[in-house]
């Protein structure tokens, strides 16, 4: 069975930091790119980063440039966001996702619909 679970959501100030977790299990995670989406209440789900399985490459969305870090733990099936400077725009449910690695994950990898398997979401919290 596929399964992704984020875990580390929390309420937070802002400026504070959060590290997320997403572990894998259920299929060959060196053959797949892992997202992070979230979505805020009202608004549609957004591409946030994602790491590549192939080069480890990673990608940003420009508003979490600079704050947020993506990083893989291959062993461990694990992929973490760790989020610093957080603002109160950071507020979402955040969730991770996979999608089969691809050679143009550079254009693709903030489309949703790329993604064959989602994680069930954490939410975090930011408070001014």
């Known amino acids: 069975e596929v399964q992704l679970v984020e875990s580390g959501g929390g309420l937070v100030q802002a400026g504070g930091s959060l590290r997320l977790s997403c572990a894998a299990s259920?299929?060959?995670?060196?053959?797949?790119?892992i997202g992070w989406f979230r979505q805020a209440p009202g608004k549609e789900r957004e591409g946030v980063s994602c790491i590549s399985s192939s080069d480890g490459n990673t990608y940003y969305a420009d508003s979490v440039k600079g704050r947020f870090t993506i990083s893989s733990d291959n062993a461990k099936k694990t992929v973490y966001l760790q989020m610093n400077s957080l603002k109160p725009e950071d507020t979402a449910v955040y969730f991770c996702?996979?999608?089969?690695?691809?050679?143009?994950?550079?254009?693709?990898?903030?489309?949703?619909?790329?993604?064959?398997?989602w994680g069930q979401g954490t939410q975090v919290t930011v408070s001014s």
């Open positions: 259920g299929f060959t995670f060196d053959d797949y790119d």
């Open positions: 996702a996979a999608a089969p690695h691809s050679p143009i994950i550079a254009t693709l990898w903030a489309y949703e619909y790329d993604y064959d398997y």
